[in-house]
């Protein structure tokens, strides 16, 4: 597995969200405004979303942090330093 990169990270982020809001035109997000506003999602679809964040990333998000994870680019911003380091390779036999 390699580190993802912030396209990486998107992808995976406007996959989960389709899957919150499968109505939504992904294609339109503004990485910018609030997820909220552009999907009109209510607490229980961002918790939700959390939660599926938390499942494929495995990164936890504390509900502190929630307020501060409006727009697309907050949440790779916030996203891409925290998540697991790849695995290192298994050792090689000689």
Known sequence: ???LTNDDIRTIV????GAIAPEAD???IRTDVSLRDQLDIDSMD???FVIAV???LHVDIPES???????LDDLIGYLAP???PPPSPAPRGQ
Not at 14 to 17: A, E, F, G, V
Not at 65 to 71: A, H, Q, R, S
């Open 14 to 17: 406007l996959r989960i969200l």
């Open 54 to 56: 938390d499942a494929e």
């Open 1 to 3: 597995m390699t580190t």
């Open 82 to 84: 925290r998540l697991p």
């Open 46 to 48: 961002l918790l939700n």
């Open 65 to 71: 942090d929630y307020p501060g994870l409006v727009t």
């Open 26 to 28: 992904l294609s339109a």
